[in-house]
């Protein structure tokens, strides 16, 4: 999934990376490969250079020369203590097609209270707004913290390559034969729905021992359009999630955790509520015990039935070194449906147990 070279020069200010890499700045969407060439022309103020070939799947062991990228952007900070910025612009080509045109920036701030994260991500090519995302944390001087998310993006990220999704061949160039390069970039964008998420969420300490945590997320997902034979998908609507837990930590020993949760969902097909206590108890510096239960009742917004769900879960872990430990897990589900179309009750019963190893080195 990865493997680069790095290296860098002090005296000229010179440094690069070249190999399989992840970045999420830049405008650089996920993992490639290819090349970062950086220069520190001030200290406030570094320019990268980025170019190579995007990696859709780690399974590929060859590289996708049909697909490249490249682009520029420019650290600029740390600004008056706390600010920090990347200015970006970026170019992706497939089969000798724009496949995404995109300029943005990042912000960061941060002081011992607060902190705030954003990024835009504009397509130039399609005309679009690709990405907006806000993060925002606050800790008053009581211990409490507030958090607020924002996240709007095209999903899939727009690029022309979506005009495939459906589509009964594999590359842009052999969608060349069968569309014009207007009605493949109408189909790119017929293929990405608008994804909205946001979430308001925070924590107080009750206890020097327990924490109340809580957020509330209200999600979108737009309808998408039919075209080239790909059938639209309709819009989710809003959906809503409320979420609250009470987070205790050195109850009865040192180490031990205890979590218990209430969760609501009203989505567009069911409403849902799920209580869980997760428990974490280390018995001496070798053995710990992690039993946990959950139950889940969900009705349908069709009115077609209801469903209970149980399920408790217990898990063993040995630590025979700081690397190597072993664990068994064993747990099952109870499940009762309740059709009311035909008036009928089905139960079913789920087990399961499995043991493994984990060795980190």
Do not use: C
Request: hydrophobic content about 35%; aromatic content about 12%; cysteine-free.
């Amino acid at each position: 999934s990865q493997m680069f070279l790095s290296g860098s020069h002090h005296i000229l200010r010179l440094s690069s990376r070249l190999g399989r890499q992840s970045s999420s700045t830049g405008g650089i969407l996920d993992r490639f490969d290819g090349g970062i060439l950086s220069y520190q022309a001030f200290p406030i103020l570094k320019a990268n250079i980025v170019f190579g070939f995007p990696v859709d799947s780690t399974s590929d062991t060859n590289v996708d020369t049909d697909k490249y990228f490249y682009g520029v952007n420019f650290d600029l900070g740390t600004i008056a203590d706390h600010w920090n910025f990347n200015l970006f612009a970026i170019q992706q080509e497939v089969d000798s097609l724009t496949d995404r045109q995109a300029i943005g920036s990042e912000v960061r701030y941060l002081d011992d209270t607060k902190s705030f994260f954003g990024l835009i991500d504009y397509d130039t090519y399609f005309d679009s707004l690709n990405t907006l995302l806000l993060v925002i944390n606050w800790n008053l001087p009581d211990q409490t913290n507030i958090n607020l998310r924002y996240d709007y993006r095209s999903s899939p990220i727009l690029t022309l390559s979506n005009a495939l999704i459906g589509q009964d061949v594999d590359t842009i160039d052999d969608l060349k034969n069968i569309y014009s390069n207007n009605e493949m970039k109408q189909l790119a964008k017929d293929r990405s729905s608008i994804s909205q998420l946001l979430t308001l969420g925070g924590s107080r300490p009750l206890h020097e021992k327990l924490q109340l945590t809580g957020d509330i997320t209200v999600s979108h997902i737009s309808s998408t359009d039919e075209s080239g034979g790909v059938d639209a998908i309709p819009s989710t609507g809003y959906e809503y999630f409320y979420n609250v837990q009470f987070v205790g930590s050195n109850l009865i020993k040192t180490g031990d955790i205890a979590i218990l949760g209430v969760r609501y969902s009203d989505t567009s097909t069911s409403n849902t509520i799920t209580g869980n206590l997760n428990t974490r108890y280390p018995i001496n510096t070798a053995w710990r015990i992690n039993p946990r239960v959950r139950a889940d009742y969900r009705r349908n917004n069709s009115n077609d039935g209801s469903r209970f769900t149980l399920s408790p879960i217990m898990r063993l872990e040995y630590r025979l070194t700081r690397r190597l430990r072993f664990e068994i897990e064993g747990g099952g589900e109870w499940m009762t449906t309740y059709d009311e179309a035909s008036d009928t009750e089905r139960q079913d019963l789920n087990w399961f147990v499995f043991g493994g190893y984990r060795w980190d080195f």
